[in-house]
């Protein structure tokens, strides 16, 4: 999977234009997990300052903290969220723009060679799932990010034994996790490759050279049967594809689950007060919640990285080509 990730490093020359937003969308991002992280703390001196000395008048002080921060915070996140899919979206426009550019100024060769479809889809289809991609990195992924460091270095400030409790546990899901991304990216690559093909066959079939054909061959039934088989390719690759992301998904719950029944384990073992057994419990779900995000948006994110990858093999064509031995070949980049 890193493997396939590493296509995204090659969105840095368009996050050039960007600096001013992506200071501010990090500066928001940091401060909303900042926050996010003290609502617990503030819950454990309402336990132990408040409830547990029944000073009413305390617990509701801290309780009002509490609140007027975890407002705060979530109104950061969301203007943070905002911005990621702003900066998403406008990454997204110049790729779209450069995509086309590089496409038009392909010699005669390259069109004459190149399916019309395929051509399409890449302006179109690929463009599209690649905002998915970037908009769900700037406006989940990054923030959630962020969210876990804060949160593993408060739980580790409070309970050290609940920290390595709960990061012991994380490896016990890393096995299953690749061999469900695995099928996963599969799945989504001849999903991919079957509507590519699905979109090239309608692209011929109906336009007026295509009928008249049809109509002269009688090739009805044989053009019904190819689709038919497209159609089945598609549903089996949809079909495999959520399988493996609900299989995964399984395991990334059941890692929250097990967490924070570690927590609870560490602290009644290290004798720990209330409060920070309530705000322990609470860091760990700070601590899970991305680690789940990171499962369930980079499965959901595959369809997205190979569209990517196939917008950056036009973008690694030159705008020229040559001809050797009576046949036009294109030069790549590298």
Avoid: C
Avoid at 160 to 181: D, E
């Amino acid at each position: 999977m890193l493997a396939r990730l590493s296509v995204l490093l090659r969105l840095r020359p368009f996050l050039a234009g960007q600096r001013s937003r992506l200071a501010f969308y990090l500066t928001l991002l940091l401060t909303s997990a900042l926050l996010a992280v003290v609502v617990p703390l503030t819950f454990q001196r309402v336990v132990d300052d408040g409830l547990s000395t029944g000073a009413v008048a305390v617990a509701m002080k801290w309780i009002g903290v509490a609140l007027a921060l975890g407002l705060v915070a979530a109104g950061a996140g969301a203007v943070a969220n905002a911005a990621g899919a702003e900066l998403g979206g406008r990454i997204v426009e110049a790729l779209r723009t450069k995509l086309f550019e590089r496409i038009i100024t392909q010699p005669y060769a390259f069109h004459t060679q190149s399916r019309a479809g395929a051509v399409i889809s890449r302006l179109t289809r690929s463009p599209r799932a690649a905002q998915n991609l970037i908009q769900s990195i700037f406006g989940t992924l990054v923030g959630q990010g962020v969210l876990l460091v804060v949160a593993v270095g408060a739980l580790a400030r409070l309970s050290l034994p609940a920290t390595v409790v709960v990061l012991a546990i994380v490896p016990m899901f890393l096995l299953p996790f690749r061999v469900f991304n695995r099928r996963l990216f599969a799945a989504g690559n001849e999903g991919t490759v079957a509507a590519s093909e699905a979109e090239h066959f309608l692209t011929e079939r109906l336009n007026v050279e295509g009928a008249v054909s049809r109509h002269l061959l009688h090739s009805h039934p044989a053009e019904s049967a190819a689709y038919a088989a497209l159609a089945a390719r598609i549903r089996a690759a949809m079909v495999a594809r959520n399988a493996s992301f609900y299989g995964a998904q399984f395991f990334t719950s059941a890692l929250a689950v097990l967490g924070v029944a570690g927590a609870y384990a560490a602290g009644a073992l290290q004798g720990a007060s209330v409060g920070e057994v309530v705000a322990m419990a609470a860091l760990v779900k700070l601590v899970y919640d991305p680690l789940v995000q990171f499962g369930i948006q980079g499965l959901s994110l595959s369809d997205g990285i190979i569209e990517l990858e196939r917008m950056f093999a036009v973008l690694d064509l030159r705008p020229q080509a040559r001809q050797e031995s009576g046949h036009w070949t294109h030069r790549r980049h590298g």
